[in-house]
């Protein structure tokens, strides 16, 4: 069973910046695919960055220029600078095994806020 370990997360002003980390454990055979999602109140939850094990980058239209995902093994670093107020979301680390019975697993989620 993967379980997925976040740190990161707090209060920031408009146009600051924050840096969310993810770790991974329990994997048999290594995690294909590993990234960040976001959820505001009243939204769906929506991708923001993706890392796959063949090297494979995705960014959200939204957060690409500003956002810098980098993947190292299970550890995967979320960079984000310029936030805006709508950046503000809780975010959950993702992950996705195939060779694990459950295939997608799920972060705790971790609140950033961007506000003056």
């Known amino acids: 069973q993967v379980q997925l370990v976040e740190s990161g997360g707090g209060l920031v002003e408009p146009g600051g910046s924050l840096r969310l980390s993810c770790v991974a454990s329990?994997?048999?055979?290594?995690?294909?695919?590993m990234g960040w999602h976001r959820q505001a109140p009243g939204t769906e939850r929506e991708l923001v960055a993706l890392?796959?094990?063949?090297?494979r980058v995705t960014y959200a239209d939204s957060v690409k220029g500003r956002f810098t995902i980098s993947r190292d093994k299970d550890t995967v670093t979320l960079q984000m600078n310029s936030l805006k107020p709508k950046d503000t979301a809780v975010y959950y680390c993702?992950?996705?095994?195939?060779?694990?019975?459950?295939?997608?697993?799920w972060g705790q989620g971790t609140q950033v806020t961007v506000s003056s």
């Open positions: 993702y992950a996705y095994d195939y060779n694990d019975s459950q295939r997608t697993h």
């Open positions: 329990g994997s048999r055979f290594g995690i294909y695919a």
């Open positions: 890392f796959t094990k063949d090297d």
